[in-house]
C-alpha cells in the first residue's frame, strides 16, 4: 500500500532564507506526486506535480521539487523565502498511470517565517 | 474561471444534531470527492464519484455519513447523528476525469 512520511513537523525560517520541506514515499511502481500548500482556513492549492520526465519539478510561486527514485524522496525547495509562505504543506502520492484520483496524503509540515 | 465552492464554511451543532455539506465542483469537471481533515492531519478520502457515481466509498463511515450527487454536479454529504469525533475540516475537491485534484476552502465542523 502506498504512504506519505513528512518527517518535519514545524520549521521555522527566517525570511530570505532557503527552505528544504522533506517528503518521503512508499509506493511499489512509479508514483503521482505531489506538493499541495494550505493557508489558514483556506483549501488545498496544487504547487507542483510529478509523474515522468525531468526529475526537477518546477511549480508556483518559485518552488520546485526533486524526485529521488533511489532514495523515495520529493523534497520541496525554494531559494528565498517569502512572509506569505507560512503555510502548512502537504505531500501526497498516488498511483501511477498518470492517475491523481487515488492520493494518500502526509500528514503536513507547518511552515512558520521569522522576520 | 470559479473553483470549488463549498457552503457554509463554518458550523457549530450539538452532538447526535444533524448536518449537512454542500459543494459545487469546478465547472466540468465530472470527478467530486469528499475529504475530512483532522486537526494536524493531511487529508482522507471519505467518497469519491465519478458524475453520479460512487466509485470510491469504501471509507465513509455509513451508520451515520452518507453522500449524494443525483445530477452529477453538485453534491451533499450529511451526517447524522454527529458525534464529538466528527469535529473537522470537510473538503471538497474536483477533477477531470482522474486529473489533479482542485480543493475548496472547506467547511470547518465543531460538535460540542
Known sequence: AQSVTQPDIHITV???ASLELRCNYSYGATPYLFWYVQS?????Q???KYFSGDTLVQGIKGFEAEFKRSQSSFNLRKPSVHWSDAAEYFCAVGPGYS???KIIFGSGTRLSIRP | EAGVVQSPRYKIIEK???VAF???PISGHNT???YRQNLGQGPELLIRYENEEAVDDSQLPKDRFSAERLKGVDSTLKIQPAELGDSAVYLCASSLGTDTQYFGPGTRLTVL
Open chain 1, 14 to 16: 527566517s525570511e530570505g
Open chain 2, 16 to 18: 447526535k444534531q444533524p
Open chain 1, 40 to 44: 489558514p482556513g483556506q483549501g488545498l
Open chain 2, 22 to 24: 454542500w459543494c459545487n
Open chain 1, 46 to 48: 496544487l504547487l507542483l
Open chain 1, 99 to 101: 492517475s491523481a484520483s
Open chain 2, 32 to 34: 467530486l470527492y469528499w
